[in-house]
């Protein structure tokens, strides 16, 4: 297997897919779960914490059935999640296919996944050997630039994909950029913000509508334009409205609160 560690685009879309829950199957989509889900940044995730699966915050059992029953090994046995900035027990050499043996039967094997195309397991792997401790702290809050820096590298990603001609791979990247919008979606909660709301759902349906319709070289130009109208269009709008988000921490808090109160 050949890549290019400075090969920008495969980063990218390795970053995107690794945000991308409909690369997983079974329960683990469904739940919304993605790589990143638990390693946060491609780092650890101190706050990860699934009923059934973890014994403690931050461990995960990923030979559980909740995640697939081809291979559950029927105990329960959570184990920390590694940082994935740091070497682990499994090679991060580039030349060594390890890497993507090991990323192939997480997804395949662990999380019922589709079999993954060779690019899509190739810019994972490229993804997480790029994995460095600068990359983000885990614990930080998230911001709105965060879902934007992932719409970005999964538009880039698919670019990448499509040109190489893999369909699959391309679909799958699609997906990860609405999953992010949907994201955005989620803190827009507030009822003044119905508007911003419509046109995240609306940016969604267009991207989804080309990826069912077109191909070729349209394909591509409409997803540039897509970009580009997104980013001098509702990126803006929605920076400006942030504050109103539950990207503001304050109002995160609110919101917690009221949840918790009405749990009970
Ligand atoms: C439910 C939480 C969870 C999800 C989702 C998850 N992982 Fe992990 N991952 C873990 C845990 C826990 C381990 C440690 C397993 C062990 O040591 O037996 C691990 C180990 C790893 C390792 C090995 C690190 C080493 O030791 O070298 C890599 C690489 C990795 N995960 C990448 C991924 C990728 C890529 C995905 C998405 C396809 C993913 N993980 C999804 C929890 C998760």
Redo the contacts with the bound molecule.
């Keep these: 297997m050949s890549f290019d560690p400075r090969d920008a685009a495969t980063v990218s879309a390795g970053l995107a ?2 945000n991308t829950p409909s ?2 199957g079974g329960q ?1 989509a469904k739940a919304g ?7 946060d940044n491609g780092r650890n ?1 101190a706050q ?1 914490r ?1 009923e059934g ?1 973890s014994s403690a915050s931050g ?6 059935s909740f ?1 697939s029953i081809l291979r559950s090994n029927k105990t329960y046995d ?5 940082d ?1 900035a740091h ?6 050499a580039p030349e060594d296919p390890a ?1 993507e043996r ?2 192939r039967t ?2 395949v094997e ?2 019922a ?1 589709k079999e993954p195309s060779a690019a899509t397991l190739e810019a ?2 490229t ?2 050997r790029a994995i460095r401790e600068c990359d983000g702290n885990p614990s930080q809050e998230r911001r709105l630039k965060d879902q934007l820096h992932l719409i970005d590298a999964a538009i880039d990603g698919a670019l990448a994909m499509h040109q190489k001609g893999d369909e699959e791979a391309t679909k799958l990247l699609v997906r990860g950029a609405r999953h992010q919008l949907g994201l955005i979606d989620e803190r827009f909660s507030a009822s003044r913000l119905v508007n911003e709301r419509q046109l995240l759902l609306d940016a969604s349906r267009r991207l989804q509508d080309m990826a069912n319709t077109e191909t070729g070289e349209v394909f591509s130009a409409s997803l540039i334009s897509w970009r580009a109208d997104f980013k001098s269009g509702l990126a803006l709008r929605l920076a400006t409205k942030e504050h109103l988000s539950l990207y503001n921490p304050k109002k995160l808090e609110t919101a917690f609160k009221r949840n918790a109160r009405s749990a009970f």
Excluded: M, Q
């Excluded at 070497?87 to 991060?92: A, L, Q, T």
């Design positions: 897919i690794f690369l997983l683990a779960l993605s790589c990143n889900s638990c390693h995730n990860f699934v699966l461990t995960a059992d990923v030979t559980s995640f959570p184990v920390e999640i590694p994935l070497p682990g027990k499994v090679s991060r890497l090991l990323i997480l997804i662990e999380f996944g994972l792997a993804y997480v």
